[in-house]
């Protein structure tokens, strides 16, 4: 699945912002820790250098400085650091004992503590200590390095950085696959739609039984579409019964006018003949109606062979040569040597004729009508097309309709489900049909896949 589709979901919207309260809480505990420990430790290493102030102290009371310079000697090695400072000075500061060559320059900082500054291998080192007098007059300094503190700070940081960085990629690809996870079940959905919008009435919306909220939105569509369905159905065998009824019956008017013209005198037989019209015109509408239902259903079509669609196209227009010029129109045909496609050749062949009859039909009077066929090699398209008034674009779904008519006043001849026939069998052969404008008129096009 393609990543700018997936950056483009709500789920991983969502993760986004996940991500970023996911950073800020991440950030504020780090900081939260990072202070505790620093705190910890400075507190703990500033505890140590009282307790060894005090310590050192008392051993000078109780020994003086035979006493106390054994037990500095014995810290400095027992610590191998040159982070702690001990200095043990006369009255006059000379070096008594410790790891400083001579007494810093003090300045105070509050609560018995002191900073001072030291330079050792050619860098300025900044420390923090407290200092004891002794008796005697002597003077005892046990400071510490503030320099290592900031270290651990940056050891710290660098760690911080690092579980951010990581913690955030994770997120992110654990947002991925979430949206991943998300997109496939509204593919899925919008598959399913596509089918259903496309004609395949039978297809539903799949449930992984889960019952979790995209099952439930399923499971409904679902209910919705058997609903319609079945409205649907009741509609189609409602049109297609009443068809059968009325077909026989009309039949058998028809033959009785037609005996009755026989017998009639001259005055009657233009009403007679107009009778004629009208049921020819009925049963056109009946037979039409049949035609759609059994197409829709597959009932009445033979398996799809493979058929020369340019063969149809130049029977049909030879076909519809003279009537198109009783009605004063030019039609021009054009099409290739071959063109292959799989299909039924007589339902292709009504398809056409329909188009070709409403071409003729609303086409301007001494104008073109147009047949071409076109081979790409990914696809076969047969257009018919002409210089009439067309069909506005807001109504181009709506004609597809079973008897919806441009005519709303509906007194022009005609039922209204020329173009519905088409459309079936279009839907029949899995190719589309596209209604344009062809400034002026209208061009239909029947996109078919080549055969193979």
């Known amino acids: 699945m393609r990543l700018a589709e997936q950056l483009r979901t709500t789920t991983f919207a969502l993760t986004l912002r996940y991500m970023v309260l996911f950073f800020v809480s991440v950030t504020i505990l780090m900081g939260v820790i990072n202070w505790a420990i620093t705190g910890f430790i400075e507190k703990r290493a500033d505890r140590m250098v009282t307790e060894s102030a005090e310590t050192f102290a008392l051993l000078y009371r109780l020994g003086g400085v035979d006493t106390l310079r054994p037990f500095i ?28 060559a001579d007494w810093p320059n003090l300045q105070p900082s509050g609560d018995g503590w002191v900073a001072f500054n030291l ?9 923090r200590g407290r ?37 955030l990629l994770l997120a992110f690809a654990g947002g991925l696959l979430m949206s991943n996870n998300v997109l496939k079940r509204v593919n899925a959905i919008n598959t399913t739609s596509r089918q259903i919008m496309a004609g395949d009435l039978s297809r ?23 609903q319609i369905e079945s409205l ?85 227009c030879e076909l519809y040569q003279a009537v198109a010029e009783d009605q004063s129109l030019t039609l021009a045909c ?14 292709i062949f009504q398809a056409l004729t329909n188009l070709l009859d409403n071409a003729i039909k609303y086409g301007k009077p001494g104008g073109n009508i147009g047949v071409a066929v076109n081979d790409d090699g990914d696809t076969v398209t047969l257009a018919v097309s002409d210089d009439g008034p067309g069909i506005p674009p807001d109504r181009r779904e709506q004609v597809l309709q079973r008897f919806y008519r441009l005519d709303d006043s509906r007194s022009a001849p005609g039922s209204g489900l020329g173009l519905s026939l088409v459309q079936a069998i279009a839907n029949r052969h899995k190719a589309k049909l596209l ?3 062809n400034e002026p008129g209208l061009r239909a096009r029947l996109i078919f896949a080549p055969a193979v």
């Not at 000697?73 to 400083?100: K, T």
């Open 73 to 100: 000697q014995a810290r400095q090695i027992a610590e191998r650091s040159a982070e702690s400072f001990y200095l043990l000075v006369d009255p006059q500061y000379q070096p008594l004992a410790g790891n400083l």
């Open 119 to 127: 330079r050792r291998s050619g860098e300025v080192l900044e420390g």
């Open 232 to 316: 649907l159905d009741s509609i189609r065998h409602m049109s297609d019964n009443v068809a059968h009824d009325l077909r026989t019956p009309l039949t058998r008017l028809r033959g009785r006018l037609e005996s009755l013209r026989l017998d009639a005198r001259e005055s009657d037989i233009d009403e007679i003949d107009a009778c004629l019209q009208d049921a020819d015109g009925l049963l056109d509408t009946f037979r039409a109606l049949l035609s759609i239902t059994r197409i829709e259903s597959g009932a009445s079509d033979a398996q799809l062979i493979e058929v020369d669609l340019a063969e149809i196209t130049r029977d049909a």
């Open 204 to 226: 539903r919306m799949p449930t992984r039984g889960t019952r979790d909220e995209f099952d439930q939105l399923s499971l409904n569509l679902n209910a919705m579409l058997d």
């Open 131 to 167: 200092v004891v007098s002794l008796p005697g007059g002597a003077w005892l300094l046990v400071g510490r390095e503030i320099q290592a503190f900031g270290a651990l700070t940056e050891i710290l940081d660098r760690v911080f950085v690092i579980v951010l960085g990581v913690t």
């Open 334 to 347: 054009t099409s290739p040597a071959s063109a292959m496609v799989r299909g039924d050749r007589n339902l």
């Open 435 to 437: 209604l344009d404008d």
